[in-house]
């Protein structure tokens, strides 16, 4: 089953308006869930961590902060970010207390936050529900904020995806995704086209696109 759910109605909603949809059914459905495959693969990828402290990601879009908490128990430093304050008040209280002081949230729209210099940014399923007009401006300020050696995790909806039809959606198609990492290595790249269900119980057809991929130096 996919962790796929609907937009708040509004490209402008805010973190108040948000609390009125879905979003924290969702949470409370998947916070047990574990994490994804790429946030595991693009973590083991850096192996151990170095001698001066610990590695920092960016988690944007946590929910309830199953890939946080994963990466916090690798040992990660993670700054949370989610557009609803349930996720993060989901994930502080999952969060065991001896990792707690590796960890900070924030709560803002994708669109409004900076994303500040890390090793890895992990953005699963958050990207999709960007609006159009904002998209490719908001995948350069998440690259811009990996340095060489760094790395990018997430999963995309593909052009095949139910999603792709669907207001306040964007979904490009895999060539253009390629594109949009020019100047990073492939390590992991997976495709998928399948019918299912969305974490809340509705019928979907998926096209998933899952990607961890490396800054190489210029």
Same mark, same amino acid.
């Given at each position: 089953?996919?962790?796929?759910?609907?937009?708040?109605?509004?490209?402008?909603?805010?973190?108040?308006?948000?609390?009125?949809?879905?979003?924290?059914?969702?949470?409370?459905? /998947?916070? +047990?869930? &574990?994490?994804?495959?790429?946030?595991? $693969?693009? =973590? !083991?990828?850096?192996?151990?961590?170095? %001698? #001066?402290?610990?590695?920092?990601?960016?988690?944007?879009?946590?929910?309830?902060?199953?890939?946080?908490?994963?990466?916090?128990?690798?040992?990660?430093?993670?700054?949370?970010?989610?557009? /609803?304050? +349930?996720? &993060?008040?989901?994930?502080?209280?999952? $969060?065991? =207390? !001896?990792?707690?002081?590796?960890?900070? %949230? #924030?709560?803002?729209?994708?669109?409004?936050?900076?994303?500040?210099?890390?090793?890895?940014?992990?953005?699963?399923?958050?990207?999709?529900?960007?609006?159009?007009?904002?998209?490719?401006? /908001?995948?350069?300020?998440?690259?811009?904020?990996?340095?060489?050696?760094?790395?990018?995790?997430?999963?995309?909806?593909?052009?095949?995806?139910?999603?792709?039809?669907?207001?306040?959606?964007?979904?490009?198609?895999?060539?253009?995704?390629?594109?949009?990492?020019?100047?990073?290595?492939?390590?992991?790249?997976?495709?998928?086209?399948?019918?299912?269900?969305?974490?809340?119980?509705?019928?979907?057809?998926?096209?998933?696109?899952?990607?961890?991929?490396?800054?190489?130096?210029?």
């Amino acid at each position: 089953m996919t962790d796929h759910i609907q937009p708040p109605d509004a490209d402008e909603a805010t973190a108040d308006q948000a609390a009125d949809t879905h979003w924290p059914d969702y949470y409370e459905i /998947t916070a +047990e869930r &574990p994490s994804w495959t790429t946030t595991k $693969t693009a =973590a !083991e990828a850096f192996g151990e961590h170095p %001698t #001066e402290g610990p590695r920092f990601a960016v988690d944007l879009g946590c929910g309830a902060g199953r890939d946080t908490r994963e990466l916090l128990r690798r040992g990660w430093r993670v700054l949370a970010t989610d557009m /609803t304050p +349930e996720g &993060p008040e989901t994930l502080w209280r999952l $969060t065991q =207390a !001896e990792d707690r002081d590796r960890l900070e %949230t #924030e709560v803002s729209r994708l669109q409004d936050f900076e994303v500040p210099v890390c090793d890895l940014v992990n953005a699963n399923l958050i990207l999709p529900f960007q609006p159009a007009d904002d998209y490719e401006a /908001t995948w350069q300020r998440i690259l811009a904020a990996i340095p060489v050696g760094g790395r990018f995790a997430g999963m995309l909806f593909g052009d095949q995806d139910q999603a792709a039809d669907e207001e306040g959606m964007t979904c490009p198609s895999p060539a253009v995704i390629r594109d949009y990492l020019d100047g990073f290595d492939i390590e992991y790249w997976t495709e998928k086209e399948e019918d299912g269900q969305t974490a809340l119980g509705d019928d979907h057809h998926f096209h998933l696109i899952e990607i961890v991929a490396i800054r190489r130096e210029a």
